[in-house]
C-alpha cells in the first residue's frame, strides 16, 4: 500500500507564500515523477508543476516565475514553494506520484491540501 500525505495549504494573503510538502511511503521501490495538481471549485483539476526523477521540471503557465517545485529523492518528498500567491490561485492541490512499489506501477494521489489567498 503505498500513501501521499501532504501538509502545508491554509489561508494567505495575496502576495504571501506557502510551501506544499507530500511525503511518499510504503513499498516503493522508484518514484518516476512527483507533481502537484490543483482543483478551484467549479473547475477541472489543473496540473501545476511536475518534477521527474532526472531532474526536468515542468510548470503550467500560471505559475512559472511565482512556484518552484522541488524533490528529495531519499525522503521520497516532494515541496511546492509558492511564492506572490494570487487569489485565483485558491484551489484545493492534490499531490501525484508516477512510481512504482514492488508489486505493481501506477499513479498515486494524496487527500489533497486547502490554499485560500484572500485578504
Known amino acids: 500500500q503505498v500513501q501521499l500525505v501532504e501538509s502545508g495549504g491554509g489561508l494567505v494573503q495575496p502576495g504571501g507564500s506557502l510551501r506544499l510538502s507530500c511525503a511518499a511511503s510504503?513499498?516503493?521501490?522508484?518514484?518516476?515523477?512527483m507533481g502537484w495538481y490543483r482543483q478551484a471549485p467549479g473547475k477541472q483539476r489543473e496540473l501545476v508543476a511536475v518534477?521527474?526523477?532526472?531532474?526536468?521540471?515542468n510548470y503550467a503557465d500560471s505559475v512559472k516565475g511565482r512556484f518552484t517545485i522541488s524533490r528529495d529523492n531519499a525522503k521520497n518528498t516532494a515541496y511546492l514553494q509558492m511564492n506572490s500567491l494570487k487569489p485565483e490561485d485558491t484551489a484545493v492541490y492534490y499531490c501525484n506520484a508516477d512510481l512504482i512499489t514492488t508489486i505493481s506501477n501506477g499513479d498515486y494521489w494524496g487527500q489533497g491540501t486547502q490554499v485560500t489567498v484572500s485578504s
Open positions: 510504503g513499498r516503493i521501490a522508484r518514484i518516476n515523477a
Open positions: 518534477a521527474h526523477r532526472g531532474g526536468n521540471t
